[in-house]
């Protein structure tokens, strides 16, 4: 797949100048690793999400890491979140090094766990977001925005299909223990055509037939693992923006057109959730043109 150049490039070009640690967190397969490899082709890369790997890591952190010749790549690093504190010593050691840690991770939540505890101050913080329309020119509305739907956009039904089935597999288990994931299915459909509107759990929770806190729960998975993003209101009063119900939009345009069952452009001409999605593909534009420039 050729490489698309991404914005974000010049603020982690900029960061590992300064810091001894960078790490880009994001959405599964919006593109992080291949960021950081085509930066630093020269780099070691370590997948940490290899069994044998991981059993490394568990078995003896501290020589796993002395095995590596740096600069490395550590990819989704929340699978050995207990690195973090070695990776603190190694900096701590050398902290005139910088650039030496790349790292990569799917779940924003236990990773800033970790960076808040063992890396304050040695890592420059990232978020990848799938494609812009910046960096994608030619995207979609029902596409959005994965590359890999853009280098592949006549087989995207079976890719979203496969990929909210790995997501469910993975993140979703990896989080919290979800019993039901046949209801927790039904629940990213009945969020996707809520799409837009202000976040009314109760009436997402009761067609579920979930409590309240369970669909809070479900909602804190989401927006944890970048699938979803939460828009306040806007008011003068800061304090009202912080405590009114927020909008809900999904952080990918072509994934939610996938969860209605929006199969193709003619389909989507026709659907009632078209205005929606356009205006969540604006809300997602907006987000990514501020993470891609280092900005919250």
């Known amino acids: 797949m050729q490489y698309r150049t991404r914005t974000l490039e010049v603020e982690v070009l900029r960061a590992i100048a300064h810091f001894p640690a960078v790490l880009v967190t994001g959405p599964r397969r919006s593109g992080k690793t291949t960021l950081l490899r085509h930066l630093f082709p020269a780099c070691q890369h370590v997948l940490l999400e ?35 504190a070695y990776v603190r ?39 990848l ?16 925005g994965f590359p890999e739907v853009q280098a592949a956009p006549g087989v995207a039904d079976i890719w979203f299909r496969s990929y909210v089935q790995t ?72 304090g009202k923006r912080i405590v009114k119900t927020p909008k809900v939009y999904f952080t990918d345009s072509g994934l939610a057109a996938a969860l209605l069952g929006i199969r193709d452009e003619k389909d989507l001409a026709a659907s009632p959730f078209h205005g929606p999605l356009f205006e969540g593909l604006v809300a997602s534009e907006i987000v990514k043109h501020r993470l891609n420039r280092g900005q919250e």
């Not at 069994?51 to 690093?77: G, M, N, Q, Y």
């Not at 977001?129 to 020119?137: G, N, T, V």
């Open 167 to 238: 997501y469910l597999e993975r993140d979703v288990r990896a989080v919290t223990s979800i019993r039901d994931l046949a209801t927790f299915r039904r629940f990213l459909g009945l969020l996707a055509s809520r799409c837009g509107q202000m976040l009314n759990k109760t009436a997402l929770a009761a067609p579920l037939g979930v409590s309240v806190p369970t669909l809070t729960q479900w909602l804190s998975i989401l927006e944890i693992t970048g699938q979803i993003i939460l828009t306040p209101p806007y008011f003068e009063n800061f």
């Open 50 to 84: 290899d069994p044998d790997v991981v059993a490394r890591v568990r078995a003896d952190p501290r020589s796993f890491l002395d095995s590596l010749a740096l600069p490395v790549i550590l990819d989704e690093i929340q699978n050995a979140p207990e690195l973090f």
């Open 129 to 144: 977001l799938p494609f812009s329309a910046e960096e994608a020119p030619g995207m979609t509305l029902r596409l959005g």
């Open 89 to 127: 010593a190694h900096i701590d050691r050398h902290p005139e090094r910088k650039g030496q840690w790349l790292l990569t991770g799917s779940q924003e939540a236990p990773l800033m766990q970790g960076v808040t505890e063992s890396m304050a101050g040695r890592a420059a913080l990232f978020s």
